[in-house]
């Protein structure tokens, strides 16, 4: 596998972009041999540099250009394992451009208005690093493009759509309405709406409902604006949880209780990781029930289910129920699942 951090030619950048969420740069670089796109975390954000080629520009080798790994440099692919064998020119920054995956986990190059490049959110698994439209057999963690009448090509499109209607400003103001309207419908008009003010990408509120004499439902608004990154590698399901919600019944909420929330609300798109059922929130706080366990069951709690919500004319909402307990019952969450420690907690 390519080793990106042994990188030892000095490429020349042909294109750089931070992602809309802050977290990752895609980059295009040309080191005289080949070229290549490169997805990487920014900062102390997690995650690890993927990379797929694109082209070369040199004659390729006949076989897999391990040497080439070995000293640190980027592979030439094969000469079999693509269309230009003798190479190809190089390209020009302003004729490409980048398109993120709305995870912002994944990034697509296009040169001319198509697809050449992609680095998928499920990359980096399996030898996988990404796809190329000129390799025409796998050869470096590069894969050729799946057949045209492919899902593949769809999600491509859906991503250049997300964007576009994202770019219009009424857009966010009108999901967050629609949400909040049909949280209403179940547990009454909201008192409080809390917008995360350090982030751009993703628009997240928490929404404060009634519900205890000394409680209340702090329900996200946004987490369902977007799919949710780390889903596709992490479960089979993915279509139920792609766009989620998280509902928390906090029976002693303290003052900073909607920006914890909101910090669960963010974090998916920080940590490149997903929030359901059968997950665990650790606040690193240590007084009070400021972590959190992850269920389906609202039966539990006797807390209602939000009604059935389509978003972008596909994608049903999942409700997560997002139940505080303390930093004592964290183990039991993670050993025997996070159904039993609401149990335990709470004395069901």
Same mark, same amino acid.
């Given at each position: 596998?390519?080793?990106?951090?042994?990188?030892?030619?000095?490429?020349?950048?042909?294109?750089?972009?931070?992602?809309?969420?802050?977290?990752?740069?895609?980059?295009? +670089?040309?080191? !005289?041999? /080949?070229? @290549?796109?490169?997805?990487? *975390?920014?900062?102390?954000? %997690?995650?690890?540099?993927? =990379?797929?080629?694109?082209?070369?520009?040199?004659?390729?080798?006949?076989?897999?250009?391990?040497?080439?790994?070995?000293?640190?440099?980027?592979?030439?692919?094969?000469?079999?394992?693509?269309?230009?064998?003798?190479?190809?020119?190089?390209?020009?920054?302003?004729?490409?451009?980048?398109?993120?995956?709305? +995870?912002?986990? !994944?990034? /697509?190059? @296009?040169?001319?208005?198509? *697809?050449?490049?992609?680095? %998928?959110?499920?990359?980096? =698994?399996?030898?996988?690093?990404?796809?190329?439209?000129?390799?025409?057999?796998?050869?470096?963690?590069?894969?050729?493009?799946?057949?045209?009448?492919?899902?593949?090509?769809?999600?491509?499109?859906?991503?250049?759509?997300?964007?576009?209607?994202?770019?219009?400003?009424?857009?966010?103001?009108?999901?967050?309405?629609?949400?909040?309207?049909?949280?209403?419908?179940?547990?009454?008009?909201?008192?409080?709406?809390?917008?995360?003010?350090?982030?751009?990408?993703?628009?997240?509120?928490?929404?404060?409902?009634?519900?205890?004499?000394?409680?209340?439902?702090?329900?996200?608004?946004?987490?369902?604006?977007?799919?949710?990154?780390?889903?596709?590698?992490?479960?089979?399901?993915?279509?139920?949880?792609?766009?989620?919600?998280?509902?928390?019944?906090?029976?002693?909420?303290?003052?900073?209780?909607?920006?914890?929330?909101?910090?669960?609300?963010?974090?998916?798109?920080?940590?490149?990781?997903?929030?359901?059922?059968?997950?665990?929130?650790?606040?690193?706080?240590?007084?009070?029930?400021?972590?959190?366990?992850?269920?389906?069951?609202?039966?539990?709690?006797?807390?209602?289910?939000?009604?059935?919500?389509?978003?972008?004319?596909?994608?049903?909402?999942?409700?997560?129920?997002?139940?505080?307990?303390?930093?004592?019952?964290?183990?039991?969450?993670?050993?025997?699942?996070?159904?039993?420690?609401?149990?335990?907690?709470?004395?069901?």
């Amino acid at each position: 596998m390519l080793q990106i951090s042994d990188r030892v030619a000095e490429p020349t950048l042909l294109l750089e972009e931070l992602s809309p969420y802050g977290t990752r740069a895609a980059t295009l +670089e040309d080191d !005289g041999r /080949s070229i @290549y796109l490169y997805l990487s *975390p920014v900062d102390d954000y %997690p995650g690890q540099t993927r =990379a797929v080629w694109v082209r070369n520009l040199l004659p390729g080798p006949a076989e897999t250009d391990s040497a080439a790994m070995r000293e640190g440099r980027a592979p030439l692919l094969r000469s079999d394992a693509v269309n230009h064998p003798e190479g190809r020119d190089g390209l020009r920054g302003e004729d490409c451009d980048l398109v993120w995956f709305q +995870e912002g986990s !994944g990034v /697509s190059l @296009y040169f001319q208005g198509e *697809p050449l490049a992609i680095l %998928p959110p499920w990359s980096g =698994a399996d030898g996988l690093q990404g796809y190329a439209r000129d390799c025409l057999i796998a050869d470096a963690g590069t894969l050729p493009f799946p057949p045209g009448d492919s899902s593949f090509f769809e999600r491509l499109e859906e991503n250049l759509r997300f964007w576009t209607e994202r770019s219009k400003p009424e857009h966010w103001a009108a999901y967050r309405d629609r949400l909040l309207a049909n949280y209403e419908t179940v547990y009454g008009k909201h008192r409080a709406y809390y917008a995360l003010q350090d982030r751009r990408y993703p628009p997240i509120g928490i929404a404060e409902f009634a519900y205890l004499e000394d409680g209340a439902i702090y329900a996200t608004v946004g987490m369902s604006y977007q799919h949710m990154p780390g889903v596709e590698r992490q479960t089979h399901d993915v279509e139920r949880y792609l766009r989620s919600e998280l509902i928390c019944p906090v029976r002693l909420p303290f003052s900073s209780t909607p920006g914890l929330v909101g910090r669960m609300a963010v974090y998916p798109w920080i940590g490149d990781t997903w929030i359901g059922p059968g997950h665990t929130f650790e606040s690193g706080m240590r007084s009070g029930e400021a972590d959190f366990a992850f269920t389906d069951d609202f039966d539990l709690l006797a807390v209602r289910r939000p009604a059935e919500l389509i978003v972008d004319e596909r994608y049903l909402v999942h409700w997560t129920l997002g139940v505080p307990i303390s930093s004592e019952y964290l183990a039991a969450a993670r050993t025997r699942g996070p159904d039993h420690a609401i149990r335990k907690y709470y004395g069901l």
